[in-house]
């Protein structure tokens, strides 16, 4: 039961943009010591050796029984022994037919051995002869060869050596460099550097961020020319953005552009590495760059090492990022701009990254990458459908204009969505219908299928009702385009209310609006219930948070006056010290907690004196499970009106 008012766009929880896929490379040394079948081919290496130093070396014995002494004499005498072989005390032989100690067949063998007794025995040596048995006679103190003791005594070892060095020698790959330095070798070089297709042609919806990149390029292509003229190259530049607005692709662009290798790593890859891999692996990194150069070094998130050092809680273990960012400070500080090699680093945290990163020489350089605005979505679907056939009836502008807040990756995957389900249904090209589902899908999460009991489904009805209606009746709300009781993603219903166009400024009413809309849904339940549900607890999540930042940040509270108590502009729940007093704190509980009854009151006012569309839309809801922008305002009889004219403020 989430209200999904505008400003941004309704995103199901939870989702993110689909990555790239990974490039899939060799792999490292690391993860190969880490592999299951390193482990195993080690095992049988071991268990070989062992087999070959007991079995293979060690005589191995045909079938033999031990006889007593005196029974050993009997058989002499019998004429059953034919042979023997004497090694100090023990006296091994063979017989013409089996002997045992038992009658048992198992039990019995041609092969025996004997123990002379500690009293010599002098009527032995004439009974053999007297019997014709042949006596070998063993030196009891005789080495078996030398090669042997050898091999058992070393052979396994160096086996397991030459095993070793032979794994070593496929994971770094063909080529020299010391045995052990070859698990230090990074990424980089395991994977070869990319050549991008990539150009900005393919990126879209971005455009400052391209302009600031173009001299990155010219650099690039012609480093000698660019510094003629007087231009200075930035070492490093930081692209900070929300995930899927196009960073990656936009740095390979850049490569592309210039032509030139792109080195890409992220590094949270660094962060799983083993102890003392890290920095090796950067090291290598920079040193592959400035063979290449011109090339580019791309580092994505960068924030998974490059955290601040300094009131963070360190739970050990954070030796090897701390190393491993020491190792790109150094590496940044170590070479010349003029070398030809610019580092682009991504993250979508700068407010977290360790100071040390942003310092001149360094990541000196900072663009911000933002969501696009209508144009550059319509510009990135442009680009998305190059290849995919559209029917007439698809405009791309209306689904530009029906997907605020959306993200470069998330319309790629609007597109693919659309194109799959075109292609499931056998049409041969993409239509309007296959967009508005796809884009359906990525608002609101995927249909979930759950039985809900008929009290619990008008209850939902009722709830968002509520939301729709006073979308409908607030000045200043933003248009209410749908609303379900389909439980969709996290959520048992959605009121789906998005922005005439992509706002950038908010006036106070507006904001009011969306509190009183996001407890629209909860009135409702305790209008015409009585009583309240758990149902309405991501609306008062997002209403305590609006009413708190018109408190600390935008000063719309009188009482405290034109203020911001946030840390560079971002509310800082676990800042240590408060920039406020004690005083202040209670003013700013009191104050948020004032804007919220206020517009609760405003809330349950308004349903009441509207009660009876309440009850119709409720109903038309539990008839029709969804029900959209003109089939709300035709139920309910009232009449949309462009937030704009109702002199929302700003
Ligand atoms: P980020 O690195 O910011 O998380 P990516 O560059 O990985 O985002 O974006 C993922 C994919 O989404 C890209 O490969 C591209 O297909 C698409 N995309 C994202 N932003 C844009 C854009 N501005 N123009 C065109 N395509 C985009
Ligand atoms: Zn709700």
Known sequence: MASKPGGGPPRPEGASPPRPPVKPGRPTAASQLRSPRFWITLLLIFGVNIFAANVL?????????????????????????????????VITGTTKTAIGATPKASDKATHFSTVLPA???????????????????????????FWQTLLISLGPGLLIVLVLLFVMRRMAGAGGGGILGQFSQSKARLYDPERPGTTFADVAGIEEVKAELVEVVEFLREPLKFQRLGGTVPKGVLLIGPPGTGKTLVARAVAGEANVPFFSMSASEFVEAIVGVGAARVRDLFKKAREAAPAIIFIDELDAIG??????????????????????????????????????????RADVLDAALLRPGRFDRRVTVMPPDRRGRAAILKIHTRKVPLDSDVDLDAIASDTPGLVGADLRNIVN?????????????????????????????????????????????????GHALLGLLVPGADPVRKVTIIPRGMALGVTVQSPVDDRFNYGERYLRARIIGALGGR?????????????????????????????????????????NFTENGQPGPFAMTKPYSEGTAL???????????????????????????LDTLAQALLREDSLNEQEILDVTGLRSRNPRDIGDPD
Request: aromatic share 4%; net charge negative.
């Open 119 to 145: 009293f010599a025995d002098p009527g032995l040596e004439s009974l053999l002869e007297q019997n014709n048995v042949t006596i070998n006679v063993n030196d009891p103190n005789q080495q078996p060869p």
């Open 587 to 613: 003013l700013i509980d009191a104050e948020v907690k004032r804007i919220a009854e206020e517009c609760m009151e405003r809330a349950c006012q308004l349903l009441t004196e509207h009660r009876p569309q």
């Open 523 to 563: 009135a409702a339940e305790s209008l015409v219930y009585g009583e309240v549900t758990t149902g309405a607890e991501n609306d008062l999540v997002q209403v305590t948070q609006i009413a708190h930042e018109m408190v600390v940040r935008w000063g719309m509270s009188d009482k405290i006056g034109p203020l």
């Open 307 to 348: 955290r601040s050092r300094q009131g963070t809680i360190r739970l050990g273990g954070n030796d090897e990022q701390e190393q491993t960012l020491n190792q790109i400070l150094t590496e940044m500080d170590g070479f010349d701009s003029r070398e030809g090699v610019i580092v682009l680093a991504a993250t979508n």
């Open 57 to 89: 070396f060690a005589p191995q014995p045909a079938k033999s029984v031990t006889i007593p002494y005196n029974v050993f004499k009997e058989q002499v005498s019998a004429g059953n022994v034919v042979s023997i072989t004497s090694t100090g005390t």
């Open 417 to 465: 969505e659309a194109a799959l389900a075109a292609a499931a249904r056998g049409a041969g090209a993409v239509g309007e219908a296959d967009f508005s589902n796809a884009i359906e899908k990525t608002l609101l999460g995927t249909e979930r299928h759950i039985m809900l009991s008929p009290v619990d489904r008008e209850r939902i009805a009722y709830h968002e009702s």
